[in-house]
């Protein structure tokens, strides 16, 4: 993936600088004291693990006494165990045992009960497909024994899973269907869930006063029967978020706080992370980026420590964007090289999982397909002896029985067919996906570039004009990265010569120097991965703004060359120009800030450079680090 340090800079400046500044001084040093300088747990280490061997022992002494029942409910005790101490995987492997039992035992409540905390598990390692499968069998199994409490709670989830893959209004539907049955029966607890659940997705729908209302619901009804836990502690970052679109920053930071002082009084440290991050994330919208710096790293160390790493590198990303507000551009960029790996680890993570879970299907089909195949030869052999001691009657019923079991493996053919179908299918999905992606890039990007523009275009002082202009080129060159991915059949390379071609025709076209200068690319095709194409990407920008600045004076005409050459396990990169060189011993011209970036650059591909200043000037780079596509 690339590496867009300047634009996470300009992007922040551009989004972030005009918000609202809320709340006073006063306000800020009080939390920032509760938060940072405050210890999260609160529970005896002692009573943990007291508490996790006594459940072992019950579970022990149920196995010796055959007990089922009691064995079921202790495994999920000791699965509740493991997932207030964010051990999700472990508690999933008990809830799977106490479904065992249960089914053993025929107690469809029990079992349906199970399924349903099996399917929040899920939801809690974003195995959402998982998830739907477990919610919809406990629904199944309520609907069988027409359990209205249980049914509501499946719709309640099921809302829940449709809000992570972004179905909100379909999730909201879901939500006013539960809400109807609990209404009715006086389920207030699980009523207050369906609110929480209905407001989380009408915010995302944009009804942020019907968000806010149902969410006020939910803590009422909460407060109302005595819930002051882990439900209410929610409710609160929930309005939070709330508050925080609505750019109520005072109320939002008041709300993160109580969520924040709640968990750790009771000892739910997982509880204190949410709301850490966005009171980060509301100083960040306020433009406070100082104030926000602590509440984020506080953020990520919670994360780490309780090993909910899901979105670690959302976090990651924050810090990298606020460091480059504050001018910390080394921190910034060793953020963000964090926030792009956590990023490209959770897009693999999910398609690596759509792919297991398709994988796992066809293996299955591909078993049926060779039990049956097993089973035809074995009555083929049953056949064969009964025809060679049978009658003519027997022999019609062999050929009976053999029309029955070809219609069962085309059966299975079939279905073995439309399950490739459907693999092919999700394949191409994630390509469309991959495209879709880079394709938002590159319009981001070009927002990004547009927005610089207007931002220059405000600007008296030459020397800011001449810096946006400078971004406007940088962003530029990783918009085409992205438009040729979404464009070509390679999603993982690029092709340099014709990168190089466009890159020029835009510069060029940015110094209106097309009559001027004639830019050329000798050089043979060459693929590159993006991971290296991005930074020669911009070194090669720096060069070619350079030139046109300062080479080619008083309106003279010139030619610049670009090439890009491998050879053996080195990539050679030249830019010359003919124009009139630099002067021996003369004090450089600009910022020097090109000239350090390309050095940062070549850095990170372990590179080095050679420059020349006869007949003109001509750079020379030899990079070792690099991916070839």
């Known amino acids: ?65 055959k007990n089922f029942e009691t064995l079921a409910k202790s495994y999920i005790s000791l699965a509740k165990w493991h997932e207030d101490n964010t051990v999700l995987d472990s508690s999933t492997v008990y809830l799977k045992k106490s479904i065992s039992v249960y089914e053993k035992l025929k107690l469809p409540n029990k079992l349906a009960d199970t399924y ?39 719709y309640t989830k099921i809302s829940d899973l449709l809000y992570y893959s972004d179905s909100y209004a379909e ?5 006013k269907k539960a809400i109807a049955i609990q209404t009715k029966n006086g389920y207030e607890e699980d009523l207050a869930l369906s609110y929480r659940r209905l407001s989380e997705n009408q915010l995302f729908l944009g009804d942020l006063e019907k968000s806010l209302g149902n969410m006020n619901r939910a803590i009422n009804l909460y407060k109302k029967i005595g819930i002051t836990d882990a439900p209410l502690l929610a409710c609160y970052n929930g309005r939070g978020n709330i508050y925080k679109y609505m750019e109520r920053y005072d109320d939002a930071i008041a709300d993160y706080n109580r969520c924040y002082e709640g968990a750790k009084k009771i000892g739910l440290v997982r509880y204190t992370m949410p709301p850490t991050a966005n009171i980060g994330h509301v100083y960040i919208l306020q433009g406070k980026y100082a104030e926000a710096l602590p509440y984020n790293l506080r953020a990520i160390e919670i994360m780490k420590r309780i090993g909910n790493t899901k979105n670690l590198w959302e976090n990651y990303m924050h810090v990298a964007n606020i460091y480059s507000e504050l001018g910390d551009y080394k921190n910034a960029l060793q953020y963000h090289e964090l926030y792009e790996q956590g990023h490209t680890e959770y897009l693999n993570t999910i398609i690596a999982r759509q792919d297991s879970e398709l994988q796992v299907k066809y293996e299955t089909a591909q078993k049926d397909i060779e039990i049956l195949n097993q089973e035809a030869k074995i009555a083929q052999q049953r056949k064969t002896q009964i025809l060679y001691i049978g009658v003519a009657g027997l022999l019609a019923i062999i050929l009976f029985g053999m029309y029955f079991t070809l219609k069962n493996i085309r059966k299975k053919r079939r279905a073995l067919a439309l399950l490739n179908s459907e693999l092919d299918a999700k394949n191409k999905q994630n390509e469309l996906l991959l495209k879709e992606i ?19 275009a405000k600007l008296d002082d030459g020397a800011s004009k001449e810096a946006m202009l400078a971004s406007q080129n940088r962003v530029q060159s990783m918009g085409i990265i992205h438009q040729k991915l979404y464009q070509g059949e390679n999603l993982g390379s690029i092709e340099m010569k014709d990168y190089f071609i466009n890159l020029s025709e835009g510069v060029l076209d940015t110094f ?34 350079n030139a046109l600045k300062y080479a080619f004076p008083e309106g003279t005409q010139g030619k610049i060359n670009i090439s890009l050459s491998k050879q053996n396990e080195e990539l050679f990169l030249k830019v010359s120009d003919n124009g009139i ?43 070792r680090n690099f991916k070839t596509a």
Request: glycine residues 6%; negative net charge.
């Open 581 to 623: 060189g630099k002067t021996k011993g003369s004090k450089p011209k600009g910022t020097g800030f090109g000239t350090q970036l390309i050095q940062l650059l070549t850095q990170q591909l372990n590179g080095t450079i050679t420059e020349e200043n006869t007949q003109g000037t001509t750079v020379l780079f030899n990079f």
């Open 116 to 154: 349903l905390l099996l399917a929040t598990n899920y939801s809690g390692t974003a195995e959402y497909d998982l998830g739907s499968q477990a919610v919809y069998k406990a629904l199944a199994l309520y609907e069988k024994v027409n359990n209205e409490r249980g049914i509501a709670q499946c």
């Open 512 to 545: 209106k120097a097309e009559e001027k200068v004639k830019i050329e690319c000798a050089m043979d095709h060459l693929n590159l991965d993006v991971d290296t194409a991005v930074p020669i990407g911009l070194i090669v920008n720096e060069l070619l703004t």
């Open 171 to 175: 999730g909201a539907e879901y939500c």
């Open 1 to 65: 993936m690339m590496k867009p340090l300047l634009l996470i800079v300009v992007l922040a400046c551009v989004s972030w600088s005009s918000l609202p500044q809320t709340p006073s001084q006063n306000q800020e040093d009080t939390l920032k004291s509760s938060y940072l300088n405050s210890d999260t747990e609160n529970v005896s280490i002692n009573d943990t693990v007291s508490e996790y061997n006594n459940l072992k022992k019950t579970i022990e002494r149920a196995q010796k006494d």
């Open 438 to 456: 880079h394709h938002r890039v590159k319009n981001n990007l070009e927002m990004v570039k547009s927005l610089i523009a207007l931002q220059s």
